[in-house]
């Protein structure tokens, strides 16, 4: 998620849940051919699974952009057909990519050509008047002819006018539905449920009929959603016991990430739901928005705002 999904906050993520894949901002193709490549793939062993998500049209670039998520150490490429703002459209991709299937399976094929690990798409359920079943369905199967198995749906329409990306995901209604089907009748891919989903119960609910759950702000705001994620899906130990553990997970990468020249605010700014709901939750973010930007700010910062949170340790 543009602006959220940081290293910092992957970072923060991953001492949560050791097994959930995590996701990049997305990065345009132009970034990475004309731009601080460094800056823009950098990231730290501890994030993996860890896909980048690309944004472009452009077979050939898309194709060198892909070889160097894998040079860099990618676990995956996820090519972005669902973002409806109007920057990706003038650069003609995100969304509007939905109406151009053959363009988007010729895309996917020349970044598949191109490495070993896998390449997924990510998408709505329509855009604009595109929006019956069956126009999702022409997009996913003729894609799928590229040999791509996996498609993350956020089960949501774009609408390409007159709608701020805001309002894109929240105004048209979630048609969860037509996810269920699209894993029905193509049941061989990997079919993955994106939008609006808040809880375990829902995950659970939702995981009846496809492959996976993707969660995006509820998993932003609300991180210790996280931290059960381990033992509900994977079967695996859970790796923290409480939140004070994360906070205390932290600390050493935010003093190398000072020592780097990184600010505070950089890491503490993703890590302000951490105690939603907990006694002290409007303390320990108040603290930290008094006093993490501050160009001194060190980890004590985040170290003495956890302190001011009482009540039950999970
Ligand atoms: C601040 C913000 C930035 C986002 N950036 C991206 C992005 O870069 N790529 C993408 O595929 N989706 C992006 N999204 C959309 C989310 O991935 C997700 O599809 C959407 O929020 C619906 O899921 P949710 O209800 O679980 O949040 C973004 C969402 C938000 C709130």
Request: aromatic letters at 8%.
């Amino acid at each position: 998620m543009m602006d959220w999904t940081t290293r910092e906050c992957r970072y923060f993520h991953r001492q949560l849940t050791q097994q959930a894949l995590l996701y990049t901002e997305m990065v345009t193709t132009g970034a990475l051919l004309f731009g601080d490549v460094e800056r823009h793939l950098r990231f730290d062993d501890a994030e993996h699974p860890l896909a980048l998500q690309l944004g472009g049209s452009d077979p050939a670039d898309l194709a060198k952009a892909t070889k160097l998520a894998e040079q860099w150490g990618y676990d995956e490429v996820n090519l972005n057909c669902g973002c409806p703002s109007d920057r990706v459209q003038n650069g003609q991709f995100g969304a509007c990519l939905m109406a151009q299937p053959e363009l988007v399976r010729d895309c996917i094929k020349a970044m598949q050509d191109a490495v070993a690990i896998p390449v997924t798409v990510k998408h709505r359920i329509g855009i604009d008047d595109a929006d019956r079943y069956e126009d999702m369905l022409n997009f996913v199967v003729t894609v799928a002819e590229s040999g791509c198995d996996t498609f993350i749906v956020h089960a949501r329409k774009a609408v390409l006018g007159g709608l701020s990306p805001k309002q894109n995901r929240e105004v048209p209604p979630l048609k969860y539905e037509y996810v269920y089907r699209l894993k029905r009748e193509l049941p061989q891919l990997n079919i993955i449920i994106n939008g609006g989903i808040k809880t375990h119960q829902e995950c659970e609910l939702h995981l009846q009929h496809v492959d996976g759950v993707m969660l995006g702000r509820e998993a932003y705001h609300n991180p210790w959603l996280m931290a059960e994620v381990d033992s509900r899906y994977f079967g695996q130990a859970d790796p923290l016991q409480s939140r004070q553990d994360a906070v205390a997970k932290m600390l050493p990468f935010i003093d190398a990430e000072l020592a780097a020249g990184q600010r505070l605010f950089y890491s503490t700014r993703h890590m302000m739901g951490l105690f939603q709901a907990q006694n002290g939750a409007k303390a320990f973010k108040r603290f930290l928005s008094e006093n993490a930007w501050k160009a001194d700010a060190g980890s004590q910062v985040l170290a003495d705002a956890a302190a001011l949170v009482g009540g039950p340790a999970r």
